[in-house]
Protein backbone atom coordinates (compact mmCIF):
# COMPACT_ATOMS: atom_id res chain seq x y z
CA UNK A 1 0.00 0.00 0.00
CA UNK A 2 1.58 3.17 -0.87
CA UNK A 3 0.17 5.57 2.31
CA UNK A 4 2.41 3.12 4.31
CA UNK A 5 5.97 3.50 2.30
CA UNK A 6 8.69 5.87 3.12
CA UNK A 7 9.08 9.10 1.38
CA UNK A 8 12.40 8.35 -0.16
CA UNK A 9 14.15 7.64 -3.36
CA UNK A 10 14.29 4.12 -3.04
CA UNK A 11 10.42 4.79 -2.33
CA UNK A 12 9.65 6.77 -5.71
CA UNK A 13 12.16 4.52 -8.01
CA UNK A 14 9.68 1.78 -6.46
CA UNK A 15 6.73 3.09 -7.70
CA UNK A 16 8.11 4.22 -10.63
CA UNK A 17 8.67 0.65 -11.74
CA UNK A 18 4.76 0.01 -11.18
CA UNK A 19 4.27 2.99 -13.29
CA UNK A 20 3.40 6.08 -11.13
CA UNK A 21 4.76 9.45 -10.75
CA UNK A 22 4.76 9.89 -7.47
CA UNK A 23 5.96 13.01 -4.77
CA UNK A 24 5.18 13.81 -1.41
CA UNK A 25 3.15 16.87 -0.27
CA UNK A 26 3.61 18.98 3.26
CA UNK A 27 0.25 18.43 4.87
CA UNK A 28 1.63 21.76 6.79
CA UNK A 29 2.42 23.89 4.24
CA UNK A 30 1.17 22.17 0.80
CA UNK A 31 4.74 21.97 -1.04
CA UNK A 32 5.50 19.40 -3.27
CA UNK A 33 8.75 17.38 -3.14
CA UNK A 34 9.85 15.18 -6.08
CA UNK A 35 11.80 13.13 -5.57
CA UNK A 36 10.18 12.68 -1.97
CA UNK A 37 11.75 13.60 1.64
CA UNK A 38 10.74 12.79 4.83
CA UNK A 39 11.31 16.65 6.01
CA UNK A 40 9.87 19.58 4.11
CA UNK A 41 12.82 21.80 3.32
CA UNK A 42 10.64 25.47 3.59
CA UNK A 43 8.31 25.02 7.14
CA UNK A 44 10.51 21.73 7.99
CA UNK A 45 7.52 19.91 8.49
CA UNK A 46 7.67 15.78 8.91
CA UNK A 47 3.75 15.39 7.72
CA UNK A 48 3.48 14.14 4.25
CA UNK A 49 0.88 12.72 1.89
CA UNK A 50 1.82 10.32 -1.55
CA UNK A 51 0.30 12.16 -4.20
CA UNK A 52 0.41 10.82 -8.15
CA UNK A 53 1.65 13.45 -10.24
CA UNK A 54 -0.04 13.83 -14.07
CA UNK A 55 3.54 13.46 -15.62
CA UNK A 56 2.86 16.07 -18.46
CA UNK A 57 4.91 19.26 -17.99
CA UNK A 58 7.41 21.65 -20.47
CA UNK A 59 10.61 21.75 -21.04
CA UNK A 60 12.32 24.56 -19.39
CA UNK A 61 16.11 24.16 -20.35
CA UNK A 62 18.29 20.95 -21.74
CA UNK A 63 21.56 20.33 -22.54
CA UNK A 64 22.99 17.88 -25.35
CA UNK A 65 25.36 14.84 -23.64
CA UNK A 66 28.32 14.75 -26.41
CA UNK A 67 30.89 12.68 -24.25
CA UNK A 68 29.02 10.21 -21.87
CA UNK A 69 29.87 8.07 -18.66
CA UNK A 70 31.05 4.83 -20.23
CA UNK A 71 27.39 3.07 -19.56
CA UNK A 72 25.96 5.56 -21.97
CA UNK A 73 28.64 6.24 -24.37
CA UNK A 74 26.77 4.22 -26.84
CA UNK A 75 23.42 6.82 -27.27
CA UNK A 76 25.89 9.71 -27.17
CA UNK A 77 24.72 12.48 -28.40
CA UNK A 78 21.46 12.39 -25.92
CA UNK A 79 19.27 15.05 -24.55
CA UNK A 80 18.89 15.54 -20.42
CA UNK A 81 16.17 18.24 -19.60
CA UNK A 82 14.37 20.03 -16.92
CA UNK A 83 10.69 19.51 -16.97
CA UNK A 84 8.42 21.68 -15.04
CA UNK A 85 5.40 19.65 -14.42
CA UNK A 86 2.08 21.05 -14.83
CA UNK A 87 1.86 20.85 -10.84
CA UNK A 88 4.64 22.98 -10.22
CA UNK A 89 7.65 20.94 -9.55
CA UNK A 90 10.81 20.34 -11.27
CA UNK A 91 12.45 16.88 -12.92
CA UNK A 92 14.94 16.11 -14.24
CA UNK A 93 15.32 13.39 -17.33
CA UNK A 94 16.19 12.08 -20.52
CA UNK A 95 14.29 13.46 -23.32
CA UNK A 96 13.78 11.20 -26.43
CA UNK A 97 11.85 10.92 -29.72
CA UNK A 98 12.98 14.84 -30.76
CA UNK A 99 15.40 15.58 -32.92
CA UNK A 100 17.95 17.94 -31.50
CA UNK A 101 17.07 20.42 -34.14
CA UNK A 102 14.04 20.61 -33.20
CA UNK A 103 14.40 20.93 -29.54
CA UNK A 104 12.98 23.79 -27.82
CA UNK A 105 12.28 25.45 -24.37
CA UNK A 106 8.61 25.28 -23.66
CA UNK A 107 7.52 21.88 -25.56
CA UNK A 108 5.21 20.07 -23.74
CA UNK A 109 6.56 16.53 -22.85
CA UNK A 110 5.21 13.58 -20.90
CA UNK A 111 6.37 11.05 -18.98
CA UNK A 112 7.16 7.14 -20.02
CA UNK A 113 8.72 4.60 -18.03
CA UNK A 114 11.37 2.50 -18.22
CA UNK A 115 12.23 -1.04 -16.58
CA UNK A 116 15.37 -1.92 -15.14
CA UNK A 117 18.07 -3.00 -17.32
CA UNK A 118 18.68 -6.88 -16.93
CA UNK A 119 22.21 -6.18 -18.49
CA UNK A 120 23.70 -2.65 -17.73
CA UNK A 121 23.44 0.10 -15.54
CA UNK A 122 21.07 1.19 -14.10
CA UNK A 123 19.91 -1.72 -13.19
CA UNK A 124 16.08 -0.27 -11.38
CA UNK A 125 13.00 1.04 -13.02
CA UNK A 126 13.10 4.98 -13.79
CA UNK A 127 11.72 6.94 -16.42
CA UNK A 128 12.00 9.70 -19.27
CA UNK A 129 10.32 12.22 -20.99
CA UNK A 130 8.72 12.23 -24.42
CA UNK A 131 7.47 15.21 -27.20
CA UNK A 132 3.67 15.38 -26.84
CA UNK A 133 2.22 15.56 -30.62
CA UNK A 134 0.58 18.50 -31.26
Known amino acids: MISELPFTIDSFYKLVGEGKLMGARCKSCGRFLVPPRPVCPDCY ?3 MEWVELKGEGVVESYTII ?24 RLPGRLVGVKQEELKVGMRVKVEFVGPSTDAWPAWPTYRFRPISP
Request: zero cysteines; proline letters at 11%.
Open 45 to 47: GSD
Open 66 to 89: HIAPPQFAQEAPYVVALVRLDEGV
